[in-house]
C-alpha cells in the first residue's frame, strides 16, 4: 500500500513549496471547507478542483456557483488524479488551490471588535501539534463567537489541508496572529488591557467560577499532553481548570478548550 506523503513540505501549484513559517492554508479540501474559502474572500482561490464522478449535492452546486461569481476555474479531474494531490484522506471529491492566509496583528486583535466595541474574545494555542486538534479548536472558536487566536510561530502546526479540513471553513473566519513566543505575545496582551486565562488540570479554580469571562480575555490552552507551558503559565492572570467527576483525569486538548470557549462565550451573552 503506498504511502501518503506528510503535510508540510508538500509542493504548491507551479512547484513552489510553500513557506512553512506562515500561517500556510494553500491547499483547502473537503466540501465545506472549499465552499468557505469562496464564500468568505478574505484571500484568493487559485483553483477548484473536482472529482468527475460526484453525485450532485446542493454544497457541490454552492460551491460551483461561488468559484462563477469570483472567477476562480472549476477543474474536473478523474478521482485518482485528484486524490493524488490530496493530502487527507477523505477531500470528499474536493479541493482548491489558494493564497496563504493572511496574519492578523496581535495588537489589532486585542483591540474591541465591530461597531458595537465587543470585548476581544482570543484563543491561544501553546504548542498545539495535532492538526485535527487545532482544526477542532479553530471550530469550536469561530462557533464560538471567538474573535481571534494567537499561534507560536515555531515548535507548533499551522494550516494544512488536515486543520483546513477539521476546521470546516473556521479557517477563513478567525483572524490568526503568529507571534514568535507565546509567553511574550500574552504579556503584551495583559499590557493592551486583556485578562490572560490559562486552562491546565491543576488551576487553582474552576472554569465555571471564571469572574472575568465578560471581559476581554485571551484564553490559553496548552499542547496535548504537556499542558501550559511554564513561562506561558507565570504570564496568566488566572489559571482554571475543568472539574473532573469521572475516573479519568482529564479531557483531550480539542474536547478541553471547546468546553471552556462555550463556557466564556455562555457567560458574555447578554
Known amino acids: 500500500m503506498s504511502r501518503r506523503p506528510p503535510e508540510r513540505g508538500r509542493k504548491a501549484p507551479g512547484g513552489h513549496r510553500p513557506d512553512n513559517r506562515g500561517l500556510g492554508g494553500e491547499q483547502v479540501e473537503g466540501r465545506q471547507a472549499v465552499a468557505e474559502l469562496l464564500a468568505a474572500g478574505r484571500r484568493p482561490a487559485i483553483d477548484v478542483w473536482m472529482s468527475q464522478d460526484l453525485p450532485p449535492a446542493p ?46 496583528d496581535l495588537a489589532g486583535l486585542c483591540r474591541p471588535a465591530g461597531l458595537g466595541g465587543f470585548p476581544p474574545f482570543l484563543l491561544a494555542l501553546d504548542g498545539v501539534t495535532d492538526p485535527r486538534n487545532l482544526g477542532a479548536l479553530l471550530r469550536s472558536a469561530e462557533a464560538a463567537g471567538a474573535t481571534g487566536a494567537v499561534l507560536p510561530r515555531h515548535r507548533a502546526v499551522h494550516v494544512t489541508p488536515t486543520v483546513a479540513k477539521a476546521a470546516a471553513g473556521a479557517v477563513e473566519r478567525v483572524p490568526m496572529a503568529l ?51 511554564r513561562l506561558t503559565r507565570a504570564r496568566c492572570d488566572l489559571v482554571v481548570n475543568i472539574p473532573m467527576r469521572g475516573s479519568l483525569p482529564s479531557l483531550g486538548v480539542g474536547a478541553a478548550g471547546a468546553l471552556a470557549l462555550f463556557e466564556v462565550s455562555r457567560r458574555r451573552s447578554p
Request: net charge negative; with cysteine; proline share 7%.
Open 179 to 229: 507571534v514568535a513566543g507565546m509567553p511574550a505575545a500574552l504579556s503584551r496582551a495583559r499590557e493592551l488591557g486583556c485578562w490572560v486565562v490559562g486552562l491546565d488540570g491543576d488551576g487553582e479554580q474552576s472554569l465555571f467560577d471564571l469572574p472575568v469571562a465578560d471581559q476581554p480575555v485571551v484564553l490559553v490552552v496548552g499542547a496535548e499532553g504537556a499542558g501550559l507551558a
Open 59 to 104: 454544497v457541490l452546486d454552492r460551491i460551483e456557483a461561488l468559484a462563477a461569481a469570483r472567477r476562480v476555474p472549476v477543474r474536473r479531474v478523474g478521482r485518482a488524479r485528484l486524490e493524488s494531490e490530496a493530502a487527507t484522506e477523505a477531500p470528499q471529491g474536493v479541493l482548491a488551490h489558494a493564497r496563504p492566509l493572511p496574519e492578523a
